[in-house]
């Protein structure tokens, strides 16, 4: 069932932290990443940014993966983020702290910055761990790669509660996700009762102007670069230029030769068109991509990899972008969102997300597109071939529809002066719907929604009880519980040993390995080596330790557990008797 979330003014003031209860937001991502900035990357990054540009949370903690990954995001935040960084406001933990942290933190939400990888794992040590079950969101990204249905039938599971949602960057995304639970079900035989799913909502991606203080200077710098006049009518794509993402560029160049064929040379005169984008090492089709342009008649420029400045530089020396999607790796769409800013009128394939974007004939105009309505025979090649192919052999049926792509082009080249006012239409249409601003105050209502939605299935605030293991949780002890010799079965009887003598008296030190300590501490040894001073059975040593200390930090009974394993293993604990 959908979320539609509330648009709160994006003028809203910063919540008000006097007199009030301190706020944690969470996640499991870093959101900034080193290295090229594409797609996904420019996404999460922006969406950080707004978010601690706005700043509606006391504390903002980030559980990653191994303390190397801490150390290099840490100086990433330092650069990007200095004054929460200086309030340490940013905290960053390993996620093996989850536990801990979740029973001793009433955290607002957990947002994910992709929901492909981490929301049901993190729902199911939610609910075993934490005081009350807060919001996890998690977002949309590429959709269509052939491991994906695995990927959401681990979010059909009982411990999925109506305060877990995915939200979709797209009305399109959002009915692709609904697609997948649907079909999973009918697959599975899975009711809505057992296997409940996310809630779902639609939150698109933002962007906001980029400072430009001479427009004017810019497009002709740009112009200079390309090496066209002020006269030249310049048509910009910009993406990964390649048939195998993103879009087929090739029906441009068939509109283009519809638009010579017509006779009508006032068109035709004095255009040139401009491809820009990532290009892979080693990949001849940009350099014949231009060849072929040339042939028909179109001069071509083609700009690899730029960089932001260079970008907005191409953005300012255009006339008309264009983006012919037709890869379902597509699922937003964030040029457009650019070039609207830009002030340009944008020629957009009908197709996936385009389509929440584009407002036809006011922001500029899209073109029909035409897909296969059975793809069984490429479906079954999946998982066999690079998921990369499957995709390109989707694309290659799915048709931007040329006669609609050339009259459309022609339209604009013939009137500058629609092309103004898409142009302008377009950039007030993304300033007001799609700035940073209003997104995040979309993702705070949300949020605040999210709270109000109550748990079916005895899952109480006061008592999460709904601590069901996923189905797709691989039970390590179950599975491989036949490689050890034997269990150690609650009532076996546990004694000190010499080595643990020697530690409980200071006159030995354990070894404790790197990546354990958040485990294993003297301060949980030493009690644990006193108590086991005379035989005792391990589930009455496993009772007293957890009476040692009654607050939230205190350690858990699997976290004991552990413990004791690790000192038999280590033989400051001996097995003094095992029961049959």
């Given at each position: 069932?959908?979320?539609?979330?509330?648009?709160?003014?994006?003028?809203?003031?910063?919540v008000?932290?006097?007199?009030?209860?301190?706020?944690?937001?969470?996640?499991?991502?870093?959101?900034?990443?080193?290295?090229?900035?594409?797609g996904?990357?420019v996404?999460?990054?922006?969406?950080?940014?707004?978010?601690?540009?706005?700043?509606?949370?006391?504390?903002?903690?980030?559980?990653?993966?191994?303390?190397?990954?801490?150390?290099?995001?840490?100086?990433?935040?330092?650069?990007?983020?200095?004054?929460?960084?200086a309030?340490?406001?940013?905290?960053?933990?390993?996620?093996?702290?989850l536990?801990s942290?979740?029973?001793?933190?009433?955290?607002?939400?957990?947002?994910?910055s992709?929901?492909?990888?981490?929301?049901?794992?993190?729902?199911?040590?939610?609910?075993?761990?934490?005081?009350?079950?807060?919001?996890?969101t998690?977002?949309?990204?590429?959709?269509?790669?052939?491991?994906?249905?695995a990927?959401?039938?681990?979010?059909?599971?009982?411990?999925?509660?109506?305060?877990?949602?995915?939200?979709?960057?797209?009305?399109?995304?959002?009915?692709?996700?609904?697609a997948?639970?649907?079909?999973?079900?009918?697959?599975?035989?899975?009711?809505?009762?057992?296997?409940?799913?996310?809630?779902?909502?639609?939150?698109?991606?933002?962007?906001?102007?980029?400072?430009?203080?001479?427009?004017?200077?810019?497009?002709?710098?740009?112009?200079?670069?390309l090496?066209?006049?002020?006269?030249?009518?310049?048509?910009?794509?910009?993406?990964?230029?390649?048939?195998?993402?993103?879009?087929?560029?090739?029906?441009?160049?068939?509109?283009?030769?519809?638009?010579?064929?017509?006779?009508?040379?006032?068109?035709?005169r004095?255009?040139?068109?401009?491809?820009?984008?990532?290009?892979?090492?080693?990949?001849?089709?940009?350099?014949?991509?231009?060849?072929?342009?040339r042939?028909?008649?179109?001069?071509?420029?083609?700009?690899?990899?730029?960089?932001?400045?260079?970008?907005?530089?191409l953005?300012?020396?255009?006339?008309?972008?264009?983006?012919?999607?037709?890869?379902?790796?597509?699922?937003?769409?964030?040029?457009?969102?650019?070039?609207?800013?830009?002030?340009?009128?944008?020629?957009?394939?009908?197709?996936?997300?385009y389509?929440?974007?584009?407002?036809?004939?006011?922001?500029?105009?899209?073109?029909?597109?035409?897909?296969?309505?059975?793809?069984?025979?490429?479906?079954?090649?999946?998982?066999?071939?690079?998921?990369y192919?499957?995709?390109?052999?989707?694309?290659?049926?799915?048709?931007?529809?040329?006669?609609?792509l050339a009259?459309?082009?022609?339209?604009?080249?013939?009137?500058?002066?629609?092309?103004?006012?898409?142009?302008?239409?377009?950039?007030?249409?993304?300033?007001?719907?799609?700035?940073?601003?209003?997104?995040?105050?979309?993702?705070?209502?949300?949020?605040?929604?999210?709270?109000?939605?109550?748990?079916?299935?005895?899952?109480?605030?006061?008592?999460?009880?709904?601590?069901?293991?996923?189905?797709?949780?691989?039970?390590?002890?179950?599975?491989?519980g036949?490689?050890?010799?034997?269990?150690?079965?609650?009532?076996?009887?546990?004694?000190?040993?010499?080595?643990?003598?020697?530690?409980?008296?200071?006159?030995?030190?354990?070894?404790?390995?790197?990546?354990?300590?958040?485990?294993?501490?003297?301060?949980?040894?030493?009690?644990?080596?006193?108590?086991?001073?005379?035989?005792?059975?391990?589930?009455?040593?496993?009772?007293?330790m957890?009476?040692?200390?009654?607050?939230?930090?205190?350690?858990?009974?699997?976290?004991?557990?552990?413990?004791?394993?690790?000192?038999?293993?280590?033989?400051?604990?001996?097995?003094?008797?095992?029961p049959?």
């Amino acid at each position: 069932m959908p979320v539609p979330p509330s648009m709160p003014s994006p003028t809203s003031p910063r919540v008000s932290r006097i007199s009030r209860t301190p706020r944690f937001w969470a996640t499991l991502d870093p959101f900034l990443e080193p290295g090229a900035v594409w797609g996904r990357k420019v996404a999460n990054e922006q969406f950080l940014a707004a978010l601690l540009r706005r700043d509606p949370f006391d504390e903002y903690h980030f559980f990653l993966p191994t303390p190397k990954e801490i150390q290099a995001v840490q100086q990433l935040f330092q650069v990007r983020f200095p004054r929460l960084a200086a309030d340490r406001r940013l905290r960053f933990f390993l996620r093996q702290d989850l536990p801990s942290a979740l029973r001793s933190t009433d955290y607002h939400c957990f947002h994910l910055s992709d929901c492909i990888n981490h929301p049901p794992a993190l729902a199911r040590l939610r609910n075993a761990h934490a005081p009350r079950p807060f919001p996890i969101t998690s977002v949309t990204h590429s959709l269509s790669y052939p491991g994906y249905p695995a990927r959401f039938l681990d979010h059909l599971h009982q411990g999925c509660t109506p305060r877990d949602c995915i939200v979709a960057t797209s009305t399109a995304g959002q009915n692709a996700v609904l697609a997948y639970f649907d079909h999973l079900r009918a697959s599975y035989n899975l009711d809505q009762e057992r296997f409940p799913q996310p809630e779902t909502a639609v939150i698109p991606l933002g962007m906001d102007e980029p400072w430009n203080p001479d427009p004017a200077a810019l497009r002709k710098q740009g112009r200079a670069e390309l090496e066209v006049g002020p006269e030249t009518r310049l048509l910009l794509v910009l993406g990964r230029i390649t048939p195998h993402s993103k879009m087929d560029i090739l029906p441009l160049l068939r509109a283009w030769q519809r638009i010579s064929g017509s006779g009508r040379s006032d068109t035709q005169r004095d255009v040139v068109l401009v491809v820009a984008g990532w290009v892979e090492p080693k990949d001849d089709f940009p350099g014949a991509f231009t060849v072929l342009a040339r042939n028909v008649g179109l001069p071509c420029r083609l700009v690899p990899s730029p960089d932001e400045a260079r970008k907005q530089r191409l953005y300012a020396a255009a006339d008309i972008f264009l983006s012919l999607a037709d890869n379902p790796q597509e699922t937003f769409g964030l040029t457009l969102l650019e070039a609207g800013l830009a002030g340009l009128p944008t020629i957009a394939a009908d197709y996936s997300g385009y389509r929440d974007i584009i407002q036809h004939d006011q922001t500029g105009l899209l073109v029909p597109t035409w897909g296969p309505p059975d793809s069984s025979h490429i479906d079954m090649l999946s998982g066999l071939i690079p998921d990369y192919e499957v995709q390109f052999l989707l694309a290659q049926q799915t048709a931007v529809h040329v006669p609609d792509l050339a009259a459309a082009l022609r339209r604009l080249l013939d009137d500058p002066l629609l092309c103004a006012t898409l142009g302008t239409q377009a950039r007030e249409h993304v300033r007001t719907t799609f700035s940073w601003s209003r997104v995040i105050g979309q993702y705070l209502t949300l949020w605040q929604n999210l709270w109000e939605r109550t748990s079916p299935h005895s899952f109480r605030d006061s008592h999460p009880s709904h601590d069901t293991p996923r189905p797709l949780e691989l039970p390590f002890s179950k599975i491989f519980g036949c490689y050890p010799s034997a269990g150690v079965p609650p009532q076996t009887l546990l004694v000190r040993t010499r080595t643990g003598d020697r530690i409980a008296a200071g006159q030995d030190f354990p070894v404790i390995y790197a990546g354990l300590e958040h485990l294993i501490s003297p301060n949980l040894l030493k009690p644990l080596l006193i108590l086991a001073r005379n035989p005792i059975p391990l589930d009455r040593l496993i009772h007293k330790m957890t009476l040692l200390s009654s607050d939230c930090t205190s350690p858990s009974p699997e976290q004991i557990r552990f413990i004791v394993h690790w000192a038999v293993k280590h033989d400051l604990l001996e097995i003094v008797e095992s029961p049959a």
